[in-house]
């Protein structure tokens, strides 16, 4: 079983920045691909942003795109989204998931286990 935390999440002002965690126990982390998804009040959730692996791939949903930086660090078996620029439409409950493969894709179906989720809130 694979269980994974996310933190970070918070209230800050637009064009602030956060840094979220999310934390991956079980050694079935450093093969797999991860990524970020976000869900807004009355919307269905999205995909944010994906890592492959090694970190040496990477995909962002284009309304992040420039904004928001996806890492991770293998040994320490977390993957980090640093936001910047923060915009009022980003706020949301971000969750962190794993990838089924060594890749990071932008369905939802290709992860097979997810955090609980961390708020993120944003004023203008």
């Known amino acids: 079983q ?10 800050v ?8 965690s999310c934390a991956a126990s079980g050694r079935t982390f450093s093969g797999h ?3 970020w998804f976000r869900q807004a009040p ?3 959730r999205e995909f944010v942003v994906a890592i492959n692996w090694s970190g040496g791939s990477t995909s962002y949903a284009d309304s ?3 904004r928001f930086t996806i890492s ?6 977390t993957v980090y989204l640093q936001m910047n620029s ?9 969750y962190c998931a794993r990838s089924k493969d060594y890749s990071g ?5 290709s992860y097979d286990y997810w955090g609980q989720g961390t708020q993120v809130t944003v004023s203008s």
């Open 105 to 109: 894709k932008d369905y939802q179906n």
């Open 13 to 20: 002002q637009a064009g602030g920045s956060l840094r979220l």
């Open 72 to 77: 991770r660090d293998n040994a320490k078996n």
């Open 33 to 35: 691909g991860m990524g």
């Open 64 to 66: 992040v795109e420039g």
């Open 42 to 44: 009355g919307k269905e």
């Open 2 to 11: 694979v269980q994974l935390v996310e933190s970070g999440g918070g209230l």
């Open 86 to 94: 923060l915009k009022p439409e980003d706020t949301a409950v971000y």
